[in-house]
């Protein structure tokens, strides 16, 4: 059934306390193998900003940049602006954003480990093309293959992690990706700090280690086994009953496995997955899958992890100072990840969404007012001040790592009814990479043109985002992935655009009545 008004819309039977299983060596390996694949995102947002500040990287592909650096009367906030500066960063992004749009149907079609695959190996020849560049071109299409890379793992791992992970422990599972993520920015940010000393070669080596996660997401997605829900939608139900029976630990899981088959048959009437995300039935998971992705960059947080070198170059550290600074956020945003993953699946996720908004408005502002009334075009900031903005911004990363870093993946990847997920994730990470795009590519002129008042800035967004929460996002802790619908249906808001109860029963009706004709 190709859309229209009879397509379905996720499984609503209440089977969750019916499920049995136990957490098992199995699928905690499995998670953590796939994980690894965050360490690619993380690995490049972390390496740019360190490679960019390195002199040898700016004299042979941005010399301009490279004398404006020289200039101490250059204005501070503009020292770094330059379009193609930024294009290195962003282009990656942008490759990105097209590539998870294919990477959608291969993920539907063939399973969450062709992706994986598929994204490991485009990262592989990213790596090779970048550290071996001898011109901007190469070094461009080298970006533009890490971000098919990106694309297509971005895609299927947070997929994957969300339909291994048994009901109760899936919020700290999911974020095995965050925290991959993490730990790729800080292993970068500590490369950098030693590359930066390796004078004419060292940014090469620093491009060049991203084959290291690239090969263990490859390899890794060779060994994984398929998630039970995908090995069901493509037909193979007995051999999803025994991959869902070996990773719960027990053969007793009929119920979880009825509402697996359940979406499957869904999933397989629904020819057009982007046409059906588009019905009012989807209309609360696709606002999120837009809005949470969005919310998550327009945080600032990659303006900070990007440019962090910069950033702290720009506030009058020295060259090792600034690399050392920006070291400290990767190991803070690594080590605050870990308490997400503690508490997300005993607090909740809305706890710690609206907690961490809250923490980063307080240092945005604070980082702001300290720039604008101490740090001028001309001007560098104490050592003191210097000292207290480094530890504000920290406690920004720290309150990102444990709210919306994490969350801001993990909560679109388990809204999705199987039939829309693979589609749902492809706009999550579009959307993502989107407004990464335009941050990475803008970030250095609103710098310039808004010099403090950038902080300011975010901090308007986050105070958004954080009443976005507060109103429009229900728990999602300890509900089953494939009885979510239950929940929208529930929410004080969203229940008045998906309560329509007969849309939801008349396909379930029409599966039954073509199960009894067989």
């Not at 290291?212 to 939608?233: C, D, F, H, K, Y």
């Not at 080590?335 to 907690?355: M, Y």
């Not at 250095?444 to 300011?456: Q, R, T, V, Y």
Request: aromatic share 12%; proline share 3%; glycine share 10%.
């Amino acid at each position: 059934m190709a859309g229209g008004s009879f397509a379905p819309a996720g499984v609503a039977k209440d089977r969750a306390e019916q499920y049995e299983g136990k957490v098992t060596a199995y699928v905690i390996i499995a998670c953590i193998v796939a994980a690894v694949g965050g360490s690619i995102f993380g690995y490049d947002i972390g390496i740019s900003g360190g490679v960019t500040s390195m002199d040898a990287f700016l004299t042979k592909f941005f010399p301009s940049v490279y004398q404006k650096k020289k200039h101490s009367h250059e204005n501070n906030y503009c020292k770094f602006n330059d379009q193609g500066l930024a294009a290195f960063t962003s282009s990656l992004y942008l490759a990105g954003l097209v590539a998870t749009l294919f990477a959608s149907p291969v993920t539907r079609m063939y399973g969450r480990r062709i992706s994986i695959i598929c994204g490991g190996l485009s990262f592989l020849v990213g790596a090779a093309l970048n550290a071996l560049a001898l011109n901007f071109v190469m070094l461009l299409l080298g970006r533009i293959m890490l971000g098919v890379g990106i694309g297509f793992g971005n895609q299927a791992i947070p997929l994957y992690l969300s339909e291994m992970a048994p009901t109760h422990l899936r919020g700290g599972l999911n974020m095995m990706f965050q925290l991959a993520t993490t730990l790729g920015i800080f292993s970068a940010n500590m490369i950098n700090y030693g590359t930066s000393k390796l004078d004419k070669w060292g940014w090469r080596l620093s491009l060049g280690l991203a084959a290291a996660p690239a090969l263990l997401m490859t390899v890794g997605g060779i060994l994984l086994p398929e998630t039970p829900n995908s090995l069901i939608e493509q037909g193979s139900r007995e051999k999803g009953r025994k991959v869902l029976e070996r990773i719960r630990g027990t053969q007793h899981v009929d119920a979880e496995f009825q509402d697996m088959v359940d979406a499957s048959e869904l999933a397989n009437s629904v020819k057009h997955p982007f046409r059906n995300i588009l019905e009012k039935r989807n209309r609360p998971q696709l606002v999120m899958a837009i809005c949470m992705p969005m919310f998550q960059i327009l945080t600032g947080i990659n303006s900070i992890l990007f440019y962090a070198p910069v950033l702290f170059q720009s506030m009058g550290f020295k060259g090792n100072a600034s690399l050392y600074s920006s070291a400290l956020t990767g190991a803070v945003l690594a080590l605050s990840t870990l308490v997400s993953i503690a508490t997300v699946d005993k607090l909740g996720r809305r706890v710690l969404l609206i907690g961490g908004g809250i923490q980063m408005i307080i240092c945005q502002v604070i980082v702001g007012i300290i720039l604008g009334v101490k740090f001028g075009t001309d001007q560098k900031l104490s050592e003191a001040y210097s000292i207290v903005v480094v530890v504000i911004i920290c406690l920004f990363v720290a309150a990102f790592g444990w709210s919306w870093g994490p969350l801001g993946w993990t909560v679109p990847s388990e809204i999705f009814p199987l039939e829309t997920r693979s589609a749902g994730q492809s706009i999550t990470v579009a959307v993502n990479l989107f407004f990464t795009f335009i941050i990475a590519q803008s970030f250095l002129s609103l710098l310039c043109g808004l010099k403090f008042g950038l902080f300011l800035f975010f901090a308007g967004w986050i105070t958004l985002m954080t009443v976005f929460v507060y109103v429009f996002l229900p728990e999602t802790k300890g509900v089953p992935i494939e009885e979510m619908m239950l929940m929208w249906q529930r929410h004080w808001f969203w229940k008045k655009i998906v309560s329509d109860e007969e849309s939801y029963e008349r396909p379930r009706n029409l599966l039954e009545m073509e199960r009894q004709v067989r």
